[in-house]
C-alpha cells in the first residue's frame, strides 16, 4: 500500500502564492506519475499538473506560467508552487500517484485532499 499525504493549502487573496507538498509512504519500489487534480465547487475532478519519473510534465491550459510542479523521486515528494492565484483556483486539491509500485504490487493512489481558497 501506498499512502499520499497533502500539505499546504489554505486561504490566500487573489495575486499570491501557495505551495503545495505530497509525500508518498509506504514500501515503495517506484512511482511512475506523480502529480496533482483539483476540484471546484459544483464541478468535476481535473487535472492541474503531472510529472513523470523522467521530468517529463503537464499542466491544464489554466495553470501554465502560473503554477509550477516539481518532484524528489528519491523522497517520493511532490511540489505544486502556485503563483498568481485566481478566485477561479479555489478547490480541493488532490496528490495523486499513477502506477505506484510497492510490496503489494502496482496502482493508482489519491490522497486525502487540501482545499485551497483564493478570496479578498
Known amino acids: 500500500q501506498v499512502q499520499l499525504v497533502e500539505s499546504g493549502g489554505g486561504l490566500v487573496q487573489p495575486g499570491g502564492s501557495l505551495r503545495l507538498s505530497c509525500a508518498a509512504s509506504?514500501?515503495?519500489?517506484?512511482?511512475?506519475?506523480m502529480g496533482w487534480y483539483r476540484r471546484a465547487p459544483g464541478k468535476q475532478r481535473e487535472l492541474v499538473a503531472t510529472?513523470?519519473?523522467?521530468?517529463?510534465?503537464n499542466y491544464a491550459g489554466a495553470v501554465k506560467g502560473r503554477f509550477t510542479i516539481s518532484r524528489d523521486n528519491a523522497k517520493n515528494t511532490v511540489l505544486l508552487q502556485m503563483n498568481s492565484l485566481k478566485p477561479e483556483d479555489t478547490a480541493v486539491y488532490y496528490c495523486?500517484?499513477?502506477?505506484?509500485?510497492?510490496?503489494?504490487?502496482?496502482?493508482?493512489?489519491w490522497g486525502q485532499g487540501t482545499r485551497v481558497t483564493v478570496s479578498s
Open positions: 510529472m513523470t519519473s523522467g521530468g517529463n510534465t
Open positions: 495523486y500517484a499513477d502506477y505506484a509500485c510497492s510490496a503489494d504490487g502496482c496502482s493508482t493512489y
Open positions: 509506504g514500501s515503495i519500489f517506484s512511482i511512475n506519475v
